[in-house]
């Protein structure tokens, strides 16, 4: 058996892992030039889902490695309020206070994607996007650049811009929530500590009260990454090693002239600039923790989630995470269920082989797994979003 997965993403990386351990082969492909091409994520939150489809899938060193690079636990998600320049927490508003997210932990996710990476180098292939495939007794994938591939399974793991879903779903196509996303990280200061509310240390918060609304969270390592992965996967090189504040502007796309072809195009250090721009009549505190941003490290989202589809038939095609159920982050579900779906396909592919479950059939038992957890997960996230979220973010219009 031979698989072939368009994306180098948390979800995509994690299933090819699982698959080398299992000795089936797998090649990875990407259309970002090299690992580091473009900024990727900040903090995002791992719990039982991400963890145990990390268990699975990965070599122990690897799965003690992830363990020991995580940051704080992360139990709780606060709303502050940041009217008339005082920041205080006030009650989650609406119906969806009680368990907006599960028990987990903070994870640098460019830590968590360089583990992923680890001891790949011959399975992932940089700057080669998938462009299109050919199914039939097997599949084949032609790159953008030229050249093609062949393999018995495609797994589209390229996310919520899919080229995979758009050929082989064409009426999947994620819906606009009308919210843009400015993020960035800022090193952990003792302004910002003094900045913000004492019991944001195992949270993730909301910040409403002022225009525009932010979303923020510190990362703070349990241990030294590197010093880790020294000892547990010498060689490896991890990038972030200090701790940091993560921060996201969330506002209304109306309120952002530039366009999202725009602003998607704007380099790092330019959009850094904006987000400046964005808070100067912000809280003090919240203005400073903007400004005191790594310009490198800041990157702009077009926020959309998936539409729930009726079943479709299983073939030598299938997807995986935000590929076919994108979701906002009010959940903290988006990367759980991507690597939850690598799990699960592994498994089912396992079986495939161990077993002598026919191929498809063994990717109609994951397809049926994965989107009754895939649509549930967005339908939860996109509760959320509603239920508050306009609430917090001025100029959001009314979901159609």
Known sequence: ????????????????????????????????????????????????????????????????????????????????????????????????????????????????????????????????????????????????????????????????????????????????????????KSPITSESSATLPPGLGGSFAAVTGSDPAMAIGYLRFANDPQESADRLWPGLRLTDRADFLMWAITIAAAQLPDGDATLSATDPATLHQRAVELTRRSHPGLRAIVEQGWPEHTFFLRMATSVPLAAWRPSNVTLLGDAIHAMPPAKGSGANTALADAGTLTRCLLSARNQGTPLVTAVGDYEKEMTDRGFDAVRASTEVLESFGRELINGVPEPR
């Open 1 to 184: 058996m031979r698989v072939l997965v368009a994306g180098a993403g948390l979800g995509g990386l994690c299933l090819a892992q699982g698959l080398r351990q299992a000795g089936i082969d797998v090649a990875v492909f990407e259309k970002d030039a090299s690992p580091r091409s473009r900024t990727q994520g900040h903090r995002i939150h791992i719990d039982h889902r991400g963890d145990d489809a990390l268990r699975t899938c990965l070599p122990a060193p690897l799965y003690r490695l992830y363990l020991d690079t995580r940051g704080q636990p992360n139990e709780r998600f606060q709303v502050l309020s940041a009217a008339e320049h005082r920041l205080r927490e006030v009650p989650i508003p609406g119906p969806a206070a009680p368990a907006i997210i599960n028990p987990g932990s903070a994870v640098s996710r460019l830590t968590l994607r360089e583990i992923l990476l680890a001891g790949m180098d011959e399975v992932v292939h940089f700057g080669r996007a998938v462009d299109r495939f050919e199914s039939g007794d097997r599949v084949r994938v032609h790159f953008r650049d030229g050249g093609s591939d062949t393999g018995d399974l495609l797994v589209g793991a390229d996310g919520i811009g899919s080229a995979v879903r758009r050929q082989y779903l064409p009426d999947a196509e994620p819906r606009d929530t009308g919210v843009r996303w400015i993020g960035g």
